[in-house]
C-alpha cells in the first residue's frame, strides 16, 4: 500500500472533530448546491467543517491535458492551506484523486514541497469514502419513498478511488431506493476536462452513449459522485429534452433524509 492510501486507511480509522473541506472549481462555479449539500451532511454527523478560502481548482485539467507545469503552479498556491492534521474531504472522485495520486507527482524534484503534498495526499479522502468509511452514518431513517437510481461512476474516480462503491453502499442504506445498472456504467461520459473542450464531437458521441443507456433503464433519478460528469450527461439531457436531470450524491441524500418522517438535524453514527 502506497503512503497516500496507508494515510487514507488511517483517517478512515476515527471519526475526526473537524476536517477541510475541498470543495473544487467545478462545484464553486457551476453546482455550489452540491458543495452546501456535503458540508450540511458532514455537520449534521457533528464535525465542524473548515473552508479555506483561498482554495482553487486542483490542477487536474492542466494535468492531465500535459501541462504539468502549470498544474504545478495551481498546486503550489494551495499547499500551506491545509496545515492541521484533519482529513481534506473532496466531494469528487477524479479531484480526490488528483490531490491524493498526483500532487506529490508534481513535486519530486521539491523536497519541501514534496513533504506538504505527501501530507495533503495522505489526508485526502472523497466525500462519499468519507460518509462511509469515516463516519459510518446510519441512513436507515431517510424517506422510504420509493426511486430508482441510476448511478453513473466517474471513470477517474471508479479507477483511483474506488468511488462507485462508497456511493453504492451509502444508497443500499436508505430504504425505498432500488438501483438500476445502466449498461455502460464502468464507460466514460466524455468530459474529462479539456477533453470535451479539445474534442467536442467525440465528448458529445459518448455523452449520448451514457445518456442512452441511463435513460433505458427508466430510472426516476441520476446520482453522481462528480459534478463535472453531471455537466456533461445533464447539458445533453436538456438538448433532448428529457426531464432527467443527475444530482450529487450529498444532494441526494440531504433531500431524503430531510423528507423522512424523522428528524433531519442531526445525523446518527457508528463511530
Known amino acids: 500500500m502506497n503512503t497516500a492510501l496507508q494515510g487514507a486507511a488511517q483517517t478512515a480509522s476515527k471519526k475526526p472533530s473537524q476536517v477541510y473541506f475541498f470543495a473544487t472549481c467545478v462545484i464553486d462555479m457551476f453546482s455550489p448546491q452540491s458543495g452546501l449539500d456535503a458540508v450540511d451532511l458532514i455537520e449534521r454527523a457533528g464535525i465542524k467543517v473548515l473552508f479555506p478560502l483561498k482554495q482553487s481548482c486542483c490542477g487536474q485539467p492542466a494535468y492531465t491535458t500535459g501541462f504539468s507545469s502549470d498544474a504545478r503552479l495551481v498546486a503550489a498556491a494551495q499547499l500551506d492551506l491545509f496545515p492541521a492534521p484533519w482529513p481534506v474531504v473532496v466531494p469528487s472522485g477524479s479531484c480526490g484523486g488528483m490531490l491524493r495520486h498526483h500532487w506529490p507527482k ?5 523536497p519541501v514541497r514534496l ?18 468509511n469515516t463516519l459510518g452514518l446510519d441512513l436507515s431513517g431517510a424517506s422510504a419513498q420509493p426511486v430508482t437510481v441510476a448511478v453513473h461512476t ?3 474516480a471508479r479507477r483511483e478511488m474506488d468511488n462507485h462503491h462508497h456511493v453504492r453502499r451509502l444508497l443500499k442504506q436508505m430504504p425505498g431506493v432500488e438501483v438500476v445498472v445502466q449498461e455502460h456504467e464502468s464507460e466514460c461520459c466524455g468530459f474529462g476536462g479539456t477533453f470535451s473542450v479539445k474534442h467536442p ?13 441511463i435513460t433505458a433503464t427508466g430510472c426516476d433519478a441520476l446520482i453522481s459522485a462528480d459534478c463535472g460528469c453531471l455537466l456533461n450527461l445533464n447539458g445533453n439531457l436538456e438538448k433532448r429534452a428529457d426531464i432527467l436531470r443527475g444530482e450529487h450524491v450529498a444532494t441526494f441524500i440531504r433531500n431524503r433524509l430531510d423528507h423522512s418522517s424523522g428528524s433531519p438535524n442531526r445525523l446518527e453514527t457508528s463511530k
Open 106 to 110: 508534481l513535486f519530486a524534484d521539491d
Open 115 to 132: 513533504e506538504k503534498a505527501r501530507d495533503i495526499a495522505a489526508r485526502t479522502v472523497e466525500f462519499s469514502e468519507f460518509m462511509v
Open 154 to 156: 466517474s471513470c477517474t
Open 201 to 213: 464531437e467525440i465528448s458529445s458521441a459518448m455523452a449520448r452513449d451514457k445518456v442512452d443507456a
